[in-house]
C-alpha cells in the first residue's frame, strides 16, 4: 500500500477514535464552523466554547448576526482579545446577507473572496461543510507536518509556508478530506503539541522523519518574530457626579471599536503636570474639579507585540463633552454595557467599579 495512504488511514483511525466531542464536529452547516474557525484563532478551545455557545445563542443565523449593532457584538466578544476577529465576523456576515442571501458560496473561490476570510478559513469551510478537498494549515498543521517530514525550513517563511502548503495539499486525503483536516488538527493540539510532544503514543510515529531522525525537538523552525514594543499610557478615568467619560477607539491601533479612557502616552514615569494639561488641550470644555496627584491603579498588560504599562488616575470634572461621536458619557450603573478592552474591564472589576 502506498506510504501516504498508510499513513492517513493510521491517522483517520486514530482520529475516530480518540477524537474530543466538541459542538462544531457535529455539523455541516458553515455557519457554526465558521463561528468556531474564528474564535478559535489565537484561542484555546476550553477558553472559546463559552464564546461559541454564547454567539450561537444571540446569533443562530448569519443574517441575525448581520443585523446585529457592533458594539454589541464587540461586547460579546469582550475577554477573547483580538477584536478584529469580531469587527470581520460582523462585516463578513453583512457582505454574505447583502450580496449572498444569507449563504457562504460553495467554492473555495467564493469563500475567499468574502473579506475577512483566508485560506486557512476558506479551506475549512471548504472541507468541513462541503467535503471540498481542500488541505487546511494552520499553526497544529505546520508543526506536525514539519516534524512528519523533518522540514527545517522557517515555517513562517515565505518559502516555508510554499513547502508546507506542497506537503499539506500532497498528504491530503482525497476521500475524506474534512475528517483527514480535523484529525492533522487534532493530533498537533493533543499529541504532537509545540512543547513535549506524545511520541510514544503518535499513531503516525512510524512514519515521521523527525522522530526517527531525533530532530523533533529542533521543529519546527521559526524566523523570530517582531520585538514587543513598550507603550506607556496614562489614563484619565474622567468622572462627574454620575457618569463616567469614555473614549471609543477609531484609530487602526489596538482595540479599534472598543472603548476605554482619554489618555497621555509616552511618558515612563507619571507625570501628573503633564496629564493635566493633556486633558485640558484636549478636552477644553471640562473643568477637572478634584485632581489625583498618583496614579490609583498601574498594570503591566501583555498583548502579542506590546507590552502597556497602563496607569490610571481617577479625576473629577464638571462640564459636557463636544465631541460625542468619540466621547461616550455613561452613567455609572451602565458601565458594565459598554464593550471593553480586558485591561479597563480588570480596572473595573478591581476598583468596583461593576
Ligand atoms: Fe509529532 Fe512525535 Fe508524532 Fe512525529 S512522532 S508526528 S514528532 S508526535
Known amino acids: 500500500m502506498d506510504e501516504p495512504i498508510r499513513l492517513n488511514i493510521k491517522l483517520l483511525e486514530w482520529y475516530n477514535r480518540e477524537k474530543r466531542d466538541l459542538p462544531w464536529r457535529h455539523t455541516q452547516n ?13 484561542t484555546r478551545v476550553d477558553q472559546g466554547l463559552p464564546y ?9 443565523t448569519i443574517r441575525v448576526l448581520a443585523a446585529a449593532p457592533e458594539q454589541e457584538v464587540l461586547k460579546l466578544w469582550q475577554g477573547l482579545g483580538y477584536y478584529s476577529r469580531a469587527r470581520n465576523l460582523l462585516s463578513t456576515a453583512r457582505q454574505l446577507t447583502e450580496d449572498h442571501g444569507g449563504n457562504f458560496p460553495k467554492t ?24 471540498l478537498t481542500y488541505a487546511v494549515v494552520d499553526g497544529n498543521v505546520n508543526r ?28 491530503l486525503d482525497r476521500t475524506y478530506p474534512a475528517q483527514y483536516n480535523q484529525a492533522i488538527m487534532e493530533l498537533g493540539a493533543v499529541v504532537c503539541t509545540p512543547a513535549k510532544p506524545n511520541c510514544p503514543l503518535c499513531p503516525i510515529q512510524d512514519h515521521c522523519l523527525a522522530f526517527a531522525n531525533g530532530t523533533v525537538e529542533k521543529l519546527p523552525v521559526k524566523l523570530k518574530g517582531k520585538k514587543a514594543v513598550d507603550r506607556h499610557m496614562d489614563y484619565a478615568v474622567l468622572e462627574t457626579a454620575d457618569h463616567f467619560i469614555l473614549r471609543k477607539r477609531t484609530s487602526k491601533d489596538i482595540w479599534q471599536g472598543l472603548h476605554d479612557f482619554e489618555a497621555l502616552e509616552g511618558f515612563a514615569e507619571p507625570n501628573a503636570a503633564a496629564l493635566y494639561k493633556h486633558i485640558k488641550d484636549t478636552l477644553p470644555e471640562l473643568e477637572v474639579v478634584r485632581k489625583s496627584a498618583f496614579p490609583e491603579r498601574t498594570y503591566l498588560h501583555i498583548l502579542s507585540h506590546q507590552r502597556l504599562h497602563a496607569r490610571f488616575w481617577r479625576i473629577r470634572v464638571s462640564g459636557e463633552i463636544n465631541e460625542k461621536s468619540i466621547y461616550l458619557s455613561v452613567p455609572k450603573s451602565e458601565l458594565s454595557e459598554v464593550a471593553v478592552p480586558r485591561l479597563v474591564h480588570k480596572y473595573f472589576e478591581e476598583e468596583e467599579l461593576i
Open 30 to 42: 458553515p455557519y457554526p464552523i465558521w463561528l468556531s474557525e474564528v474564535i478559535l484563532q489565537q
Open 52 to 60: 461559541y455557545h454564547a454567539f450561537l445563542n444571540r446569533y443562530p
Open 108 to 131: 473555495y473561490e467564493g469563500l475567499l473572496s468574502l473579506k475577512g476570510i483566508g485560506p486557512y478559513t476558506a479551506a475549512a469551510i471548504a472541507s468541513f461543510a462541503f467535503d
Open 144 to 171: 506536525v507536518l514539519a516534524r512528519l517530514f523533518d522540514v527545517h525550513t522557517p515555517v513562517n517563511s515565505t518559502a516555508g509556508k510554499k513547502e508546507i502548503q506542497a506537503l499539506a495539499d500532497a498528504q
